[in-house]
């Protein structure tokens, strides 16, 4: 709880989503320097390194990039940062995935310099946000830190989204869905958000609140037809839409009200042998659930989120995240759990009572496969 009765909001500089945005790019940045020195995630470095070097030789500029590697590590930003600092970068860039891109946001402000995001799915909230969350090398969450100011500049480039495998638009659903029921949780609790952390304690702004209310609403009306326009790879308001609720609205709401029982699951399923085989809005999305068992939520609360779950092919039980139901995987996930985020509930909760917690969000998983 914080004793605080000042509030904080934060935000990336600027944001800008279209169709072929990325053939921009060098116009979008040329307010930051003439150096860029880009992180690109493995699947685009061969295709976009050409093409990029191309642009911004155009406009009188320098492109250096290096493909991002295996996971998010301080050794590796750090590693990273001294790689840049040594082409006399003036800009930090990170395209790709929510790891690509967590990298880019911590060379950057290693060297003190502007970061420019370029997503290239719309699978998490990490774009906007002025944290990264560190793994270990075996891909087992491990921590999160949080930077004093946000990215200078996110560009997404929706038609990059709408040729994206379905599965990483699905998962940012799960991810972002969470945003709602964890600001709600943090408000109960009066738990400080994530802004302005260096500073002190803060509360969140009935803004971000509101934020967090339309990201869910969002989704919810959207979401189908944006999974069907993505599958079929092109662009529609619809998919404009979640893409922004993914990118935009879960970012700036999950940073200016907190997280809670949802990512703490989430992180926590990571310890078991196989959570790291699914992707983080997956596991995610039945923290999610669990955080509704965890608070009673009301039945119809209950079926709405599940029934859209099954509906876009979010995992409603451990089985869909390739986990088993025993005694040693429910307590890897309560001991890993314990130590993040799920003291934001507005009532303490247990090692014992979050196994039985995952355990029944999983019996009701199974409940709903099987109406």
Do not use: W
């Not at 090398?137 to 709408?162: L, T």
């Not at 429910?330 to 979050?354: F, G, H, K």
């Amino acid at each position: 709880m914080t004793a605080s009765r000042t509030m904080s909001f934060g935000s990336p500089g600027r944001y800008i989503q279209g169709p072929g945005e990325i053939q921009r790019l060098a116009e979008h940045t040329a307010k930051y320097g003439a150096n860029v020195f880009a992180i690109i995630d493995p699947f685009f470095f061969d295709t976009l390194t050409p093409s990029l070097t191309k642009q911004y030789e155009e406009k009188g500029a320098s492109f250096t990039s290096i493909p991002f590697e295996n996971e998010v590590t301080e050794q590796r930003i750090a590693a990273i940062a001294k790689k840049a600092a040594k082409a006399n970068a003036e800009m930090i860039m990170g395209i790709g995935g929510g790891k690509t891109l967590d990298t880019a946001k911590g060379a950057a402000n290693a060297l003190k310099l502007p970061v420019v995001i370029v997503p290239t799915s719309a699978s998490t909230d990490a774009p906007t946000s002025a944290l990264s969350v560190i793994y270990k090398e075996n891909h087992e969450h491990s921590h999160s830190i949080n930077y004093i100011k946000s990215p200078d500049i996110v560009i997404i480039d929706s038609e990059i989204i709408a040729n994206a495998p379905v599965r990483f638009l699905v998962s940012g659903m799960g991810d972002a869905m969470a945003t709602l029921f964890e600001a709600k949780a943090n408000a109960d609790s009066n738990s400080p958000n994530y802004i302005c952390q260096e500073a002190g304690s803060f509360r969140r702004t009935k803004t971000a609140m509101a934020i967090a209310q339309l990201c869910y609403d969002t989704i919810i009306e959207y979401g189908v037809a944006a999974k069907i326009a993505n599958e079929q790879h092109v662009v529609t308001e619809a998919l404009e839409s979640v893409i922004e609720a993914n990118t935009l609205m879960s970012g700036l709401g999950f940073e200016n009200t907190a997280c809670a029982c949802a990512h703490a699951v989430g992180d926590g399923i990571t310890a078991t042998p196989n959570g790291t085989k699914t992707l983080h809005g997956e596991k995610v999305a039945f923290g999610t659930l669990c955080e509704l068992v965890a608070e009673n939520a009301p039945s119809e609360v209950v079926e709405e989120y599940i029934s859209f779950c099954m509906e876009v092919g979010l995992p409603t039980t451990l089985a869909d995240l390739q986990v088993d139901v025993t005694e040693e995987n429910l307590q890897l996930i309560a001991d890993n759990a314990s130590l993040t985020e799920l003291v934001r509930e507005p009532y303490e909760i247990t090692n014992e009572m979050l196994k039985n917690i995952v355990k029944t969000a999983d019996a009701i998983g199974q409940y709903y496969k099987r109406l």
